[in-house]
């Protein structure tokens, strides 16, 4: 029988552990796991907690560890936890206890919902799983794009960039935009038109700019993330990160304003230089039609299926959601926000029609 330290108490109840654990995410505990070769104590974060598994990022070394349910002896936290019969999150709920912490069932091969105020795991689904990603792959383009250019700056477009299908602005070699407006074309209009000027300003190349794209992810600790091209075609070969890397990299991103106020536009209208007049609408559906969604990316190729990140905000509290090669990922998102807003005790109302078509988006 597994022990559970609460300030000295030992609590016998196997039931509660996980869900004990799931009201005390974001604080620092010692593990002590019992394995065949003797006890060993891991301390660091909790970050997710599962009937099968802990996450925690350890105090030591920094690296996020996986400590099996099985091998657990007991716990202690460093400091007052929450518990069941005392939490206010759950004085808050008009739902029994175990009622509030059941998991909706998620079609998604791969997802994740990340706090998005403390980088925690609130939910995964095999969020380690390295897989394609298409036009999530725009996160990181745009992301270097900001950091390293004006957004004012003219940027002229070249034959190969305006040749580049099958989701365009659509650019016209030999024009001129701003950066501004190639940023809001990436992402609210997903052109890989605008993924190769911006790459081509950036770095001068394509694959010198892939170059960049690798070293800011290797500097930000996505180590399973892999990039080849900057818009996400799966050419010339797929672009592959995990749900877990990808919900690290919005939330990184979402910490730039810039960052943050383009991918959460609904709609952007721009004349080029030559007179072209274009009208971005923003792809992702729920930022249109669901109040507490603030920016999102959507992607799709047939060998990653469709891939959706979404970023939400409520009451103070963010949550980062990221579905890979999920068929029903509006419908997925917008149940694991729900789960989350509840889990935190925070009440969210969902318009019936968030799915609905937006005008002018083509898919």
């Known amino acids: 029988m597994t022990n559970f330290s609460k300030k000295g108490e030992k609590v016998l109840e196997q039931s509660f552990i996980e869900n004990i654990l799931r009201l005390n995410l974001g604080k620092v505990a010692s593990f002590y796991m019992h394995y065949e070769d003797g006890e060993k104590v891991f301390r660091g974060l909790l970050t997710q907690a599962s009937t099968d598994h802990y996450i925690i990022e350890e105090t030591s070394s920094g690296k996020t560890l ?44 791969s997802a994740i919902v ?19 990603i298409a036009s999530l792959t725009k996160l990181m383009t745009a992301i270097l794009a900001i950091e390293a250019t004006n957004l004012n700056d003219p940027v002229t477009i ?8 099958p989701s365009s602005c659509p650019l016209v070699a030999g024009d001129t935009l701003t950066m501004r407006d190639l940023l809001y074309c990436l992402l609210l209009r997903s052109g890989n038109d605008a993924a190769w000027a911006i790459a081509e300003y950036v770095a001068g190349s394509v694959p010198a700019f892939v170059s960049l794209m690798n070293q800011k992810a290797k500097a930000l600790g996505l180590n399973q993330t892999v990039f080849t091209n900057p818009s996400g075609l799966d050419i010339p070969s797929s672009n592959l990160s995990t749900a877990y890397d990808l919900a690290r990299l919005m939330r990184y991103g979402l910490t730039n304003p810039n960052f ?25 559906r729920l930022l249109h039609n669901v109040y507490y969604v603030i920016g999102g990316k959507t992607g799709f190729t047939r060998r990653a299926g469709r891939t959706l990140v979404t970023a939400a905000e409520q009451d103070g509290q963010e949550f980062i959601v990221v579905t890979l090669n999920d068929s029903n990922d509006w419908e997925d998102t917008v149940n694991l926000l ?18 609905k078509p937006i005008p002018g988006a083509t898919e």
Do not use: C, M, W
Request: net charge neutral; charged share 20%; proline share 6%.
């Open 66 to 109: 996986i400590l099996p349910s099985v091998y657990l002896k007991y716990i202690v936290f460093d400091e007052k936890i929450n518990y069941p019969g005392e939490s206010s999150i759950f004085k808050r709920l008009a739902r029994p206890f175990e009622k509030a912490l059941r998991q909706p069932p998620i079609s998604a091969e």
């Open 114 to 132: 990340l706090d998005g105020n403390t980088g925690s795991i609130v939910f995964e689904q095999n969020a380690f799983a390295e897989l394609p």
């Open 260 to 284: 943050r106020k383009i991918i959460g536009t609904k709609t952007y209208q721009t004349t080029s230089k030559l007179g072209n007049e274009y009208n971005f609408v923003h792809k992702h």
């Open 158 to 165: 070249s034959a190969e960039a305006a040749g580049q299908s």
């Open 338 to 355: 729900e789960y989350a807003f509840a889990l935190y005790g925070i009440t969210v109302d969902t318009p019936s029609d968030f799915a």
